[in-house]
């Protein structure tokens, strides 16, 4: 019990929570988008392979950082055109796309870095985002440390979440996406147009997803490597549930789940460590996760046309 | 002098498929005036005004607005038009406020602000000027049906509409409601806005329009001036000939089919369960139940079909106790035939074809599948062909999906799958519930052929004339209690709604 202290009031604890939530947001918010619009996106996981391979990839071959972010916000973008093209006008099964896509884009992103790259053992390093501490912000003590002396990417994230809060419910476009996402019929009787909305909305969604995965190798890892986005994905598939399909909610449970997973790495090394497997503690995040899950999901409100495809002129 | 037209179809034509849903229809309305569009379900009324408000496209035929062709296909152009809809299935996402449906759609995508401050004072003042109250910030999920419709109203009202197409607006309301919306209908129309109605009610035609169009199978067969003409006329137009009430001659009861003595079952959300309930369903003899929604009406008829097993008391088919246990499977077995009461959600499933719907209940057995095991389907899509032609369901042909289909003829459909089974109880649970005359004159017409043939028929229905009509002995539910048989002519109408209320006679508790 005293090592769960003294971990929860580390101000490090608390710096690694936010650093490991920071992709895990961006992934999140992209994919909320999409499911607000009503396109359930099961391509997070491999766009945000390809993100982290791409962004890093532009990088590696010379581009600045925040090119490499464009990069991998494209390369997010131009998969989730392909995936609206197929859920949208043409209406099909949005879970055999996704997972299509999810394929597809993790097996471009590990062909292309054999392509580029045959012949190397250990994976080349590029220099990596550093941390930013916020002048005056970063002097107090415990929250400086914690959470003022993050790298630009990690401040972004955070940013993100306000900005699509703010669109979602305070503009024009941001109640269109939610209206497309609760009744798409109501949408149209009111001169909207549905296909464009969806599509819209997955596409900036999966360039968010790829801003999440080169977060990996741009601010956190500083190189690509195989199975490196390891399910996030699908963990973020669960946080927009988590949140209720609100940002807010959804970055709260992505710094719940980085504090599960940055907390076990140090409980592994407390007298703990060295009585129970290690396996354990690597599975707590998840089953922690998936009790959050259970409490935080019964009373959300899904959008009522999610994975409803929307066909003008059909009865 | 006249009023200048706003608006005019000019030989509209729409195809699904191989149904012609509009063929050639012209139509003209001039400010301030109201046409009522009338016809029976499936006349393509509804079809009309989806094209005229761009969510279908017309193969043929133009529309111009206001002196202005109207772009096709197009929500947004009859929006900006001027012309503003209230469908029959409300178009609101439940989940956002009033006020956001209200505004959805109306500002520039990009623009940084929603405004909703000044579009809550300009709602304010509409819903005062045309007596539409409604709170502009409640969740559209939490307000009842006419409040809906006042927002959907609301809606046109704030895009400055000055035509307004209403599909069947009362269908959903109360009588104190429908009121209200023609109240709220000549307010607009004083102001010199213009009124499609879409009805088939004929006296409420008659108070609101000052002109009908008529439309049958598609074709428009006439316009008349509602002070020059009469409901029997308008109804002569819609069917296409006179009304003809089935003579009902007296049923010949024989041996009781089924029996429930003393079933109790559970009260469910909103309606009552049995509470001692008995019933004797006879040969040859329509048995009616009359009462008020919610008083166990449910629960009887989820009884009679195997949905709910009695918790208490017997439940006989002729004379021997029903099988254990009590499921659909084994009602249909003992060839008890349905009609549910919703015939979207109970009856049909909406993706499958004809063929398929027709098969769902026997699907098991000889000639649809062979051992139970391999469908058989040319002697489903035959058996649904035979079933289109002998009850006259409108249809392109069996393999079309049964969502396409009006509810007459998704109605007509069950029908002709309940009746063909010759089953020995016939359970019609609301059977003509959202019909037209002529689909209803049908339906109690095969009711009364299949009682002749000797089986017991059980009607449910909310709506008194109906069970009066067709009931050669009816009781009466209230809270879940039967009255003991009533025969034909035994109580008058007075008493019976006393009974209905909840006072009279009824079997021991």
Redesign the interface.
Known sequence: MMALWEILISASFWAAAIRIASPLIFATLGELICERAGVLNLGIEGIMVMGAFTGWFAVYLGLPLWGGVAVAFASGMLFGLLHATLTVPFGLSQHVVGLGITLLATATAYFAYRLALPQVTSPPRIDPFQPLPVPILSDIPFFGPALFTQTALTYAAFGLALVVGLVLY????G??V??VG??P????????SVTGLRMGAVIIGSGFMAVGGAFLTLSAFSSFFFDMVNGRGWICIALVVFGAWRPGKAVLGAVLFAAFDAGQVRLQQTELGAVLPYQLFLALPFILSIVALVIMSRRA?V??ALMVPYN??E? | MPSPEVLRLDRITKR?GALVANDAISLSLAAGEVVALLGENGAGKTTLMNIL?G???ADEGMITAFGQPLPP?N??A???AGIG?V?QHF??????SVL??I????????????GLGAARDKIRALSQDFGLAVDPDARVGQLGVGQRQRVEIL?ALYRDARVLILDEPTAVLTPQEADALFATLRRMVARGLSVIFISHKLHEVMAIANRCVVLRHGKLVGTVETAGTNPADLAAMMVGAEVQRPAIAPGQPGPALLRLRAVRTPDAEGAAGLKAASLALHAGQITGIAGVSGNGQAALSDVVSGLLAPRAGQLEIAGTPAPQPWTPAAALACGIGRIPEDRHKAGTIADFTLAENTVLETRRMAPFSTRGFWMNWGAARAHAQAIIAKYDVRCPGPETPI??LSGGNMQKLILGRVLEGAPRVVLANQPVRGLDIGAITYVHSQLIAARDRGAAVLLISEDLDEVLQLSDVLHVISEGRLSPPIPRGGASVAELGLMMAGEGVFDAA
């Open positions: 305070r503009t024009p476009l109640l269109a939610r209206a609760e009744n019929a109501a949408a149209a009787a009111q001169g909207l409100e959008p009522a003008k002129g009865r | 699904f408000f969510q279908y496209v296909g929500p947004r009859a929006l900006a809809m469908h178009t609101l996402a439940d989940h956002l956001e449906n505004v959805l759609g109306t500002r520039p995508l990009l623009s940084l602000s929603l809606k969502r396409l």
